[in-house]
Every structure is written in structure tokens, then in C-alpha cells.
């Protein structure tokens, strides 16, 4: 093996196992985390990925008590 040798990179995103063969490490706001194309953030990613909890519902409309 010599300097021009590059080992073969997984398709598969290390975080979620997704098929993103292009998947990197980009920096956002100090922190480095996995993009599948350096656009979409990983799934399984804690800082930016998809929410495993529930949002909590937020009401805009103020309800009145009747007389």
C-alpha cells in the first residue's frame, strides 16, 4: 500500500446505515456532525436530527369561559 492507496469508503452513513454514499463531516455552529449530502443532517444525529419526543402543542387561540 502506498500514498495514492485510498482504503474504500462505505456507502452506508456510519450514524444510521443509510445508503448516502456521499455523506460527510461538515461543522455547524462549532459542531462537527454527520450530513448525508452536506445538506441534510442525519437522522440519527442528536444536535440536529429527528426528534424521538413529542412536540408540545401550542395553542395561539385564547379560548373563553362561557357565562
Given amino acids: 500500500m502506498d500514498l495514492l492507496d485510498v482504503p474504500a469508503r462505505s456507502a ?5 446505515g443509510a445508503n ?3 455523506w460527510t ?9 454527520l450530513a448525508h ?3 441534510v443532517f442525519c ?4 444536535h ?7 412536540a408540545p402543542v ?3 387561540v385564547r379560548l373563553g369561559v362561557a357565562a
Avoid at 12 to 16: R, S
Fill in 25 to 33: 463531516r461538515v461543522t455547524v455552529d462549532g459542531l462537527r456532525v
Fill in 20 to 22: 448516502a454514499p456521499a
Fill in 48 to 54: 440536529f436530527g429527528a426528534s424521538t419526543q413529542p
Fill in 43 to 46: 437522522p440519527k444525529i442528536r
Fill in 12 to 16: 452506508a452513513c456510519p450514524g444510521c
Fill in 37 to 39: 449530502d452536506a445538506d
Fill in 58 to 60: 401550542v395553542s395561539l
